[in-house]
């Protein structure tokens, strides 16, 4: 565990307790320790903890998968949104609310996660059947494989995006209209322990696959040709990376929506305080995802709207800006 | 022992080098040289194994190239890039240590070495972003070198560099291909292949010389058969003789 491992996990240990107690309404710790309030203990064992855990889980997700992307395409802004796999989810939940009439009623409740999941699934398939087909040639340097993948990333990501905001013109009804613009702006309110269970086995699945990846991440750093000299399988990379980003961002937006930004800013956050190597940010960017989710969403909940502000909203009103000053200071000092 | 046999290389659908045989000996330092686009950093992707052959083969002590586990393969060969844009600001100690990969182990001790051989102790803290060309070309060799490969394959290593640093590097590469690794000082040392575009530093300081042109080999031998003066107007297209004596010639070259 490397220093950055340690502060991140010391920062989470102080935010957890915080994030239980804060929302409409406040939490007296003393009031549960005494045994008062039923409804305190209500509160928390039923909405406050699944929504933090989902938290966690969701932010670790996509601070990890965020790190890998980074290294995998050698380039401090990466963002695991951009590479098709969270705008395809994205489309499968869209589908889901389209496709509402058609579902078994037993089956209605796990529509959506399932949809956006499948949807994850055929973005990661088509990401590697289309960059997973470098010929020899192009791997030995001629254009290769991360340009490939990048613009396969691309093109999914756009498709999708018209896919979704066709299906947004010409939505059935108005609710579904609604609900899917909501849905869309991603959240964690009125999440339960279901969607705890959905998505953690996914997401930590997903990040034990990125940390396998770690150290041809770390090859990637002198190049492609260096680090095929080194020994690094491409193949092999490429599949690790395209799963492990598609179990945790699509797990993660199953479950929550669209939740932008937290992959790209958390890397940037978390890389002063490592030796800067792929295999050194993983780790800690999971547990800085899970810090950033898990405090956006206490302060979401605790804002005086009249509406709760959504989780994807704020995170980009906060990740929108902080891009904008990255990319000034990478203009004027280099990476 | 490393050998070009019949090699075919192909890039972009493009045939870049054509039917090469070469058995390259450890212990030696072979110059790869040509004019521009003769396939020279093509064959050396080919010889480390990174460019597959589209016919023929590349053999390393006896077995294809191609059939060795990557990794296997990479304990064997070590290659560095013309071209080596370092993505990430890591510390030189850091950067250098990425030469183990293909062991898998932190290597020490061969980490220590190469920072000495190298001369980069004192910089062995300093972000790669604050190093000199120089600086940086070192380092970059360094990560080779702790690797502890048998074959050193490098694309113009000397591209980026002044004087004083292009003779430091050479007398590095002199130094590991006559001492055996280990430092048991018997038996050939490690086998160096270099790309060069400098004509005079391959005459002085190459064993052996490849000239290719058009993706195919034209001379191959001795620098001072190889690199005569009707090979460099066949190669070149340019009138050239050599000045002064075996060791220390310039090359004076003029329209032909």
Known sequence: MNRASLIFAALLVVLVPLSLLAGRVWIDPFDIAGGGIANAALILAELRLPRAVLAIIIGAGLGAAGAAMQGYLRNPLADPGLFGIAPMAALGAVASFWLGALIPPAWAAWSLPLLALIGAGTGMALLALIAGRTSSDAAGGAGGGIALFTLAGLMIASLAGALTALAITLAPNPFALSEIVMWLNGALTDRSWREVMLAAPLVAAGIAVLALAARSLDALTLGEDAARSMGLNPARLLALLVIGVGLTVGAGVAVAGIIGFVGLVVPHLVRPLTDRLPSSLIGPSALAGACLVLAADSIVRVLPLVTELRLGIALSLIGAPFFGWLLLRMRRVGL | ?256
Not at chain 2, 69 to 75: K, L, N, V
Not at chain 2, 178 to 194: A, H
């Open chain 2, 1 to 256: 022992m490393l050998a070009a046999e019949n090699l075919i290389l192909m890039r972009g659908g493009k045939p870049v080098v054509e039917s090469l045989t070469a058995a390259l000996t450890p212990g030696t330092i072979t110059a790869i040289v040509g004019p521009n686009g003769a396939g020279k950093s093509s064959l050396l992707l080919g010889l480390a194994g990174l460019l597959e052959p589209a016919a023929g083969s590349v053999m390393l002590d006896g077995q294809a190239l191609a059939a060795f586990p990557p990794r296997t393969r990479a304990q064997a060969i070590g290659y560095l890039p013309q071209t080596p844009d370092i993505a990430w600001d890591v510390a030189v100690e850091n950067l250098v240590a990425l030469g183990r990969l293909p062991w898998r182990d932190r290597g020490t001790a061969a980490v220590e070495a190469a920072l000495g051989a190298l001369a980069l102790e004192p910089l062995r803290n300093r972000p790669v972003s604050q190093l000199s060309g120089g600086e940086r070309a070192r380092v970059l060799l360094a990560r080779v070198l702790a690797g502890e490969p048998r074959w050193i394959l490098a694309d113009e290593p000397l591209a980026a560099l002044d004087l004083a640093h292009q003779l430091s590097l050479i007398a590095y590469f002199k130094a590991c291909a006559r001492v055996e690794q280990g430092g048991g000082g018997q038996g050939p040392g490690q086998g160096v292949v270099v790309v060069l575009h400098d004509l005079a530093i391959a005459m002085n300081h190459a064993d052996r010389v490849l000239v290719l042109k058009d993706g195919r080999l034209i001379a191959d031998g001795p620098p001072e058969t190889a690199l005569a003066a009707d090979v460099i107007a066949q190669g070149w297209g340019v009138a050239a003789r050599w000045l002064g004596d075996a060791g220390e010639r310039a090359l004076v070259a003029g329209e032909v």
